[in-house]
């Protein structure tokens, strides 16, 4: 069973950088989607980036794309969320979850449905200020 657990949230202005990590804990296959989403209150849970683990495949939501990056350092077993250029708009929990080990991001319903993943870490906020 992989464990995600995220750190790395904070508040900043708009404008401002963060960056977020992603600790995996448990046996995580080549080739397994690891994927950042966020949600605000209010509204439903969203995908924003998507990286295929130990790959070189990377997946952004619109909203974020030229903002976002998402990376990883498989010899810490991370994922890393780079973010910048914030907007009030980004602010949220934001969530690293991963799909069943050895499912790529393009298998089924795509990298972006939440209904995929099967492992969830708890959360870290981002919260943006005008």
């Known amino acids: 069973q992989v464990q995600p657990v995220e750190s790395g949230g904070g508040s900043v202005q708009d404008g401002g950088s963060l960056r977020l990590s992603c600790a995996l804990s448990?046996?995580?296959?080549?080739?397994?989607?690891m994927g950042w989403f966020r949600q605000a209150p209010g509204k439903e849970r969203e995908g924003v980036a998507a990286?295929?683990?130990?790959?070189?495949?990377?997946y952004y939501d619109d909203s974020v794309k030229g903002r976002f990056t998402i990376s990883q350092d498989t010899a810490k077993k991370m994922v890393l969320l780079q973010m910048n250029s914030l907007k009030p708009e980004d602010t949220a929990m934001y969530y690293c979850?991963?799909?069943?080990?050895?499912?790529?991001?393009?298998?089924?319903?795509?990298?972006?449905?939440?209904?995929?993943?099967?492992?969830w870490g708890q959360g870290t906020q981002v919260t943006v200020s005008s």
């Open positions: 448990g046996n995580i296959y080549s080739g397994t989607c």
């Open positions: 990286i295929t683990y130990g790959g070189g495949s990377t």
């Open positions: 979850a991963t799909v069943l080990s050895g499912f790529g991001c393009t298998y089924g319903a795509g990298w972006f449905a939440t209904s995929r993943y099967r492992f």
